[in-house]
């Protein structure tokens, strides 16, 4: 892979995380009904991060639950013929609540559809939101998220590689080349 620019560093990631975390309780008028669930894997350390900064900000815990997409994939058959489960561990009741989906990159929608059909096993919420890091585009589906980190419009050629501190030893996002 060869990277062709870096777009974000620590601590402009860190930034617009706590950019984020501010617009979450400006447009929610706080945090009663907030409970995030991170898609794995990188949206879970996300998800963590967004929590800590909110209790910063608010000085209220947000609860932060793991949610596994594998199953619920349109693509299963093509990506392994035995896919690796990690499992969902959502230890709150999502019933009346709003749901904050966290991940690192939107791009055709399909991630974010199979995480609303996971999500929807564990309860019905009263309203489901989507907060990720980078919005590249490239939509297959009708999904916007609320709250994005940096928009990056790329071709089709190129792969948006977020790194993250807790899965890959330092804080980036990078334009690859395939």
Known sequence: MLVKSQIMDKDQMERS????AHEIIEQNRGLEKIRLVGIRSRGVPLAERLSSYLKLISNQEVPVGILDITL??????????QPVIKGSAIDFDIEDAVVVLVDDVLYTGRTVRAAIDALMDFGR?????????????????PIKADYV???????????IKVSLEETDGEDSVKIVLV
């Open 17 to 20: 995380l706590q950019r984020m």
């Open 72 to 81: 619920y994939r349109d693509d299963l058959s093509t990506i392994s013929h």
């Open 125 to 141: 919420p009263k309203q489901i939101q989507l907060a990720v890091l980078i919005d590249r585009g490239h939509r297959e589906l």
């Open 149 to 159: 980190g940096k928009n990056v419009p790329t071709s089709k050629e190129e792969i």
